[in-house]
C-alpha cells in the first residue's frame, strides 16, 4: 500500500521545490526581504565579476571557483547549519526511501536564491570555453550544471557529516577549531600563499585549484572530446555517490538521538552554591557553557580564530599582531555570544517568576562570560606579548584588555535584551546540533553590530595610550568598569519593564505591524543601497582605515595589506582620510534612509 500513497520521484521533488518556494515567499516582509534582496544583489555582482574574470584574466578562473566552493562549504557552517527550511525530520513519517527523500530534498535546495546565483557565475565556464570554439561552449554548459550540483551536494554531505559528528564536547571544539581557521584562512589566507611564494608553489597551485570540483568544468573545457566526455562522467559519478552518501546521513539522522547539548554525568549532582543572587546564576550559565554544543562551537571557533590570524601573519615576518590574540578572541567571543537569552528559549519565564530575579540574573550571566572569556584572554595578550618581543604592545594591552572585556560583558547582555532573535528551546532542537533554529540572517546581524559595537568600547583607552603610553591603563580599567556595570543596569532594567514582551517574542515570534514602516518599505534601488552599506562599510572604515591610521602614528612600518601604507607617503594620509569618511558615509546612508523613511510615514498619518 505505501507505493500507492506516495507520489513518485518526480512529483515529491515538485512538491519540495513548492514548499521551499511558499516558505521563500511567505518570508519576504520586513528585514528578511531587505537581507533576501539585498544579498541576491550582492551575490550577482560577484557572479558578474565572475564572468568578467573568465574574459579578462582566464589564468584566475579556477581559483575564483575555488572561492565560490570554499562559500558553499563553510558558509553554512558559518551560520549554524545552514539554511534548514525543510528539515529531514518532518518527512521520517513517508513511505519512501531515504534515497528518494534526499532526491526531493536536493530538488527543493535548489529552489532558493544562492544557487540561482551560483549559476550565474558558473556561466564563466562557457564564456571561457569560447576561446576552444563551439564545442568549448557546449561542454562549459553541461559542466556548469554539474559543478552546480556537485557544489550543493558537497555542502549539503560535509553539514550532514558535522551534523551528525558532533555528539560530544570534544568533536564540537574539533568543529569550532576548523571553522576558526577557514575563518582566518578566508581573510588572512595570502599571508601564506605568500610565505609559500616561488615557481613551484605557483606550479602546485595551479593543479590544486583543477583537482578541486570547483575547477573539473575547466578542466573538460581544456581537454579533448574523449577526456572532457570522462571528466563530465565521472562528475555525473561523484554526483551519485554524494547522493548515495546523504541519503546515508539523513537516515542516521533521523534515527539517531536529538540532542543540542550534553547531558549531566550520571552520580551525584555537584550542587549549586549556597549563596544566592547572581553567583547562583553564574553557576548556572557556567553549566550551560559547558553542555551546549552550540555554545562550545562558537567559543572554539572565537578563540581558534584569534589564535590563526596572527600566526598567519607570522609566517611572512609579522608579528605586530601577536601580542592582541587576547583581545582579537574577547571581540569575537562577544559576536558568538550576542544572542544569550535567545539561545535559552522560553526558559526566561523561571526569571520572571521569582520576583526581583531580573538585576541577578543579568549579572550572573556576565560574570559567567567573563569568567569564560577573560582568564583565556588574559593568558593569549601576555604570552602573546612576551613571546612576540614587541615592548610597545604592552600598553595597548594592558589599557585595551580591560577595556575589551568590561565592553564586551556590557555590550553583550544589553543587545541580549535589546535585540534578541527568537530560537528554539534547546530540548526542542532538530536533529542538526550546530543549529539554534533561530533566524540566521537576524543572528550574523547581531553579530556584526557586535563586531563593530565592542570594538567602539575601547576608543577612549586608544586616544588615551596616544597621550600617555600608560595612561591607557587606569582608563581602560574605568571603561571596562563602567561598561560593564552601566550597560549591565540599562538591560537589567529593561528586563525588568519589558520582560513579558521578550518572552512573547521567543515563544510567538515578532508580532506583525502593518503601519510601522521598515526597510523592505523603501525603493527598492535604496533596499539594495541600505543593505550593501551595512555589508561592506566596515572594510573602508575599520581594516583600510583606523587600523592604518593607528599603524601611522604608532609607526609600524608593515604595509601588510592596508592600501593606504601601499602608497607613496604623499598619498597615504589622504587614502586613510578618504576610507574613513567613506565608511562612515556609507553607514550614514544605511542609517538615514529608514529614518528618513519613518520620519515622512510619520508624518504622513498625522496629516
Known amino acids: ?159 550532514a557529516l558535522i551534523g551528525l559528528f558532533v555528539r560530544s564536547r570534544a568533536t564540537a571544539v574539533a568543529v569550532g577549531v576548523l571553522t576558526g581557521t577557514a575563518i582566518a584562512l578566508c581573510s588572512n589566507g595570502w599571508a601564506l600563499l605568500v610565505a609559500l611564494g616561488g615557481a613551484d608553489t605557483a606550479a602546485w597551485s595551479e593543479i590544486l585549484v583543477r583537482v578541486l570540483p570547483s575547477g573539473w568544468g575547466v578542466a573538460a573545457v581544456e581537454a579533448s572530446w574523449p577526456l572532457a566526455l570522462a571528466i563530465l562522467a565521472g562528475n555525473a559519478g561523484v554526483i551519485a555517490l554524494l547522493l548515495a552518501a546523504w541519503a546515508a546521513l539523513l537516515s542516521r539522522r533521523v534515527v539517531s538521538a536529538v540532542r543540542g547539548g550534553v547531558p549531566p554525568r550520571r552520580g551525584a549532582p555537584r550542587p549549586f552554591p549556597t549563596a544566592g543572587g547572581a553567583r547562583v546564576v553564574a553557576a548556572k550559565e557556567l553549566r550551560a557553557w559547558w553542555r551546549d554544543l552550540v555554545r562550545i562551537q562558537l567559543l572554539a571557533t572565537a578563540f581558534a580564530y584569534a589564535i590563526v590570524t596572527p600566526l598567519l601573519l607570522v609566517t611572512i615576518g609579522v608579528w605586530a599582531m601577536f601580542p592582541f590574540m587576547g583581545l582579537i578572541a574577547i571581540v569575537m567571543a562577544a559576536a558568538s555570544s550576542a544572542n544569550l537569552y535567545g539561545a535559552d528559549g522560553t526558559a526566561l519565564w523561571l526569571t520572571l517568576m521569582t520576583p ?48 575589551l572585556l568590561g565592553g564586551g560583558a556590557g555590550v553583550v547582555i544589553l543587545l541580549a535584551v535589546t535585540s534578541l532573535v527568537p530560537g528554539t528551546d534547546p530540548h526542542k532542537r532538530g536533529g542538526n546540533p550546530l543549529s539554534t533554529g533561530a533566524d540566521e540572517t537576524a543572528e550574523t546581524s547581531l553579530a556584526w553590530l557586535v563586531l563593530v559595537a565592542v570594538p567602539t568600547t575601547a576608543l577612549p583607552t586608544a586616544a588615551a595610550v596616544l597621550l600617555h603610553p600608560w595612561a591607557g591603563i587606569a582608563t581602560g580599567v574605568l571603561t571596562g568598569v563602567l561598561c560593564a556595570w552601566g550597560f549591565g543596569r540599562i538591560a537589567h532594567r529593561r528586563l525588568e519593564s519589558h520582560g513579558i514582551e521578550l518572552l512573547n517574542l521567543m515563544k510567538h515570534g515578532p508580532a506583525p505591524q502593518a503601519d510601522k514602516p521598515s526597510t523592505a518599505d523603501l525603493p527598492i534601488q535604496h533596499r539594495i543601497g541600505v543593505t550593501v552599506c551595512y555589508t561592506i562599510a566596515w572594510l573602508p572604515l575599520f581594516p583600510q582605515g583606523l587600523v592604518p591610521l593607528v599603524m601611522k602614528i604608532v609607526g609600524i612600518q608593515d604595509p601588510v595589506w592596508f592600501l593606504a601604507l601601499h602608497l607613496p607617503p604623499v598619498w597615504q594620509w589622504p587614502t586613510i582620510i578618504f576610507m574613513i569618511a567613506l565608511g562612515l558615509l556609507m553607514y550614514g546612508y544605511a542609517i538615514l534612509i529608514p529614518m528618513r523613511l519613518s520620519s515622512s510615514s510619520s508624518a504622513t498619518a498625522t496629516g
Open 1 to 159: 500500500m505505501a507505493h500507492l500513497v506516495t507520489p513518485g520521484p518526480a512529483a515529491l521533488a515538485r512538491h519540495m521545490v513548492r514548499m521551499r518556494l511558499a516558505l521563500t515567499r511567505n518570508s519576504l516582509r520586513g528585514d528578511n526581504a531587505t537581507n533576501l534582496y539585498g544579498g541576491a544583489s550582492l551575490g550577482l555582482v560577484l557572479a558578474f565579476g565572475t564572468i568578467a574574470v573568465a574574459v579578462l584574466w582566464p589564468a584566475y578562473l579556477p581559483v575564483t571557483l575555488a572561492v565560490w566552493l570554499s562559500g558553499w562549504i563553510f558558509g553554512p557552517i558559518f551560520i549554524g547549519g545552514g539554511n534548514e527550511a525543510l528539515r529531514p525530520e518532518y518527512f521520517s513519517m513517508l513511505p519512501a526511501t531515504p534515497g528518494r527523500i534526499a532526491a526531493a530534498l536536493l530538488a527543493g535546495a535548489f529552489a532558493g536564491p544562492a544557487p540561482a546565483v551560483n549559476l550565474v557565475a558558473l556561466l564563466s565556464l562557457p564564456v571561457y570555453g569560447w576561446r576552444f570554439g563551439p564545442a568549448g561552449v557546449l561542454i562549459g554548459l553541461v559542466a556548469a550544471v554539474a559543478t552546480l550540483v556537485t557544489m550543493v551536494m558537497v555542502s549539503r554531505v560535509i553539514v
Open 356 to 403: 526581583g530575579a531580573e538585576r541577578a540574573d543579568v549579572r550572573g550571566r556576565q560574570l559567567a562570560w567573563f569568567l569564560i572569556v577573560g582568564p583565556a584572554a588574559v593568558v593569549l595578550s601576555v604570552a602573546g606579548t612576551l613571546v612576540s618581543g614587541e615592548t610597545w604592545a604592552w600598553p595597548w594591552v594592558l589599557g585595551l584588555l580591560p577595556a
